[in-house]
């Protein structure tokens, strides 16, 4: 019986309490082709915005060239819960390889210390977002 008010009770919880709710923040790695941000990439915002209210959203837009503007200012009208599109812009990251990725978003979470950072579920989220050279991979998933 105490196991399953137990389970109850944890059941019943919330995914953030609410005074973590009014800090939250998210970065949401999103893809772009041809200067348009890729449908998979919205629902991952829309995931974000249901991880809280007050959950401030910004998007990362990640490549090289005329398109990569493009996609960023769509992506700035794209969904009322973004209030801020980060743009790298460097060739580097033309190719969604893991290790220029997870460098970069190793660094904007050291510097912004976003309490969530979202990507798609297909490849590219999962070469962007888990790399093994990555130290903060590494610590989490490749143990």
């Given at each position: ?5 137990l389970l109850g009770?944890i ?5 953030l ?7 939250a ?10 200067g348009?941000?890729?449908?998979a ?9 249901r991880?809280g209210?007050?959950n ?7 490549r ?6 493009e ?7 794209c969904?009322?819960s ?9 060739v ?7 290790e ?12 912004e210390?976003f ?6 579920s ?14 903060v ?7």
């Amino acid at each position: 019986m105490a196991i399953r008010s137990l389970l109850g009770s944890i059941a019943r919880r919330t995914l953030l309490s609410p005074s973590l709710a009014r800090h939250a923040s998210t970065l949401v790695v999103a893809e772009h082709e041809s200067g348009s941000i890729k449908p998979a990439s919205l629902s991952a915002v829309e995931a974000a915005k249901r991880l809280g209210e007050d959950n401030s959203i910004s998007m990362l837009l990640a490549r090289s060239g005329p398109l990569l503007q493009e996609a960023a200012e769509q992506a700035a009208s794209c969904h009322p819960s973004v209030s801020e599109v980060l743009i790298a812009d460097s060739v580097r990251l033309l190719c969604p390889l893991a290790e220029p990725w997870a460098k970069l978003i190793q660094l904007i979470q050291q510097k912004e210390g976003f309490s969530h950072i979202l990507a798609t579920s297909d490849s590219f989220g999962k070469n962007a977002y888990i790399c093994r050279k990555c130290p903060v991979c590494s610590s989490i998933y490749w143990r």
